[in-house]
């Protein structure tokens, strides 16, 4: 099931946001065209770099086609107008005003096709005091708040780039909808997708918190503000994650390693409570984890219906049975004749998920043939 085949994005993208955010509508099946300056995007050298090709680089570009322009040259931004005129969708990761100062941007281009559903995808917005600041996600994570409330005491990051990621979704998300108004109406529209507004948005329990208190939330690794016991915890040999995040949960906790002494005290009692005492409660608590390993407790909870996990590494998450069941772990061919895999859509229609139709595209790769397809009369 494709939706989106039969739509045309033409993608003038960097790194991380943009590309992912066109491969989400790639995988969707529509024909993304892949602008890229005659060096290439440059994640096309980001490690690991097997044989000359970047993985990195092919874990957020599959299903697209590559072009390469120098838009120095007038010769070439007038080809990129052409392609914007025939295409449905144009996304930017540009720096605010590149794109108006090369001819390319909504204003213009909406002139040539009105119906253009157009996506700035940016650090900060596309105006405002701080549109002309660039952003990579560390920078982004530090503004938006998410470095405040992650880790135990020193600032960290999420190691996941979360804003990145997170904007080209909802980029995705936007453009998608914005395409249905334009399909009835024949108006199109730019989208405005800051990495700043992103991140923020997804941080809805740490906004709505300080909207409703006045205070900050504070660092609390991997425990929660409003749930206990609901954290890491060692196990004889390992951590696992347990999340008893309402009262039966707790109950089959305390029952399941035979510590029903706990249900009688007052202070926690209910969920608020074991929240506000949650340390006292996980002191009480770490002992009895170490009686076993993480495994037999994944078991033991598990199997009660408590949720909890181990807590993987990429190697252990990636051959999950979940993981293997869904079939999301897909062969890929790299551009040089590698043989690789890949880490395909999450989504599933009638159970299924979207296969990869084409490789992540070596540098130009496509280029002669979109530019004799353009050259045509429509």
Request: with cysteine; hydrophobic share 40%.
């Amino acid at each position: 099931m494709l939706p989106l085949k039969g739509i045309r994005v033409a993608e003038f993208t960097n790194i991380a946001s943009g590309p992912f955010c066109g491969m989400l509508l790639a995988d969707m099946g529509a024909e993304v065209v892949k602008v890229e300056k005659p060096s290439g995007d440059d994640m096309r050298y980001w490690p690991p770099v097997t044989e000359g090709y970047s993985e990195n680089f092919a874990s957020v570009n599959r299903n697209k086609r590559s072009i390469a322009m120098d838009l120095k040259s007038e010769g070439d931004i007038e080809l990129a107008r052409e392609l914007c005129r025939r295409s449905h969708v144009v996304i930017e990761n540009n720096r605010s005003g590149v794109m108006d100062r090369l001819g390319l941007g909504y204003d213009a281009l909406k002139e040539l096709n009105p119906a253009l559903v157009y996506c700035s995808i940016n650090a900060f917005g596309s105006d405002g005091p701080y549109a002309h600041r660039g952003g990579f996600d560390l920078v982004i994570q530090a503004a938006s708040g998410i470095m405040s409330v992650t880790g135990e005491d020193d600032p960290v990051k999420c190691g996941v780039p979360v804003s990145d990621f997170a904007t080209g979704l909802y980029g995705a998300f936007a453009i998608a909808s914005a395409l249905r108004e334009a399909e009835k109406t024949g108006e199109g529209v730019h989208i405005d997708a800051s990495m700043l507004g992103c991140s923020i948005g997804i941080a809805a329990l740490q906004t709505s918190e300080f909207f409703g208190t006045g205070t900050n939330s504070p660092r609390m690794g991997s425990r929660h503000p409003r749930n206990a016991p609901y954290q890491a915890f060692e196990a004889s040999d390992s951590y696992f994650a347990l999340a008893a995040g309402n009262d039966k949960l707790y109950k089959d906790v305390c029952d399941l390693i035979g510590r029903e002494d706990l249900l009688e005290r007052e202070e926690f009692k209910t969920t608020s409570l074991r929240a506000k005492n949650q340390t006292q409660l996980a002191e009480i608590l770490a002992p009895e984890f170490l009686k076993k390993t993480a495994k037999e407790w994944i078991d033991v909870f598990g199997d009660a219906g408590v949720p909890c996990g181990l807590i993987n590494s990429y190697e252990r998450s990636l051959s999950h049975p979940q993981v293997v069941h869904s079939g999301w772990v897909q062969p890929m061919t790299l551009p040089n004749g590698v043989e690789t895999k890949t880490f395909g859509s999450p989504l599933r229609f009638n159970l299924e998920s979207p296969k990869i139709r084409t490789m992540p595209p070596a540098l130009d790769e496509h280029g002669a043939e979109i530019r004799a397809e353009l050259a045509k009369p429509v």
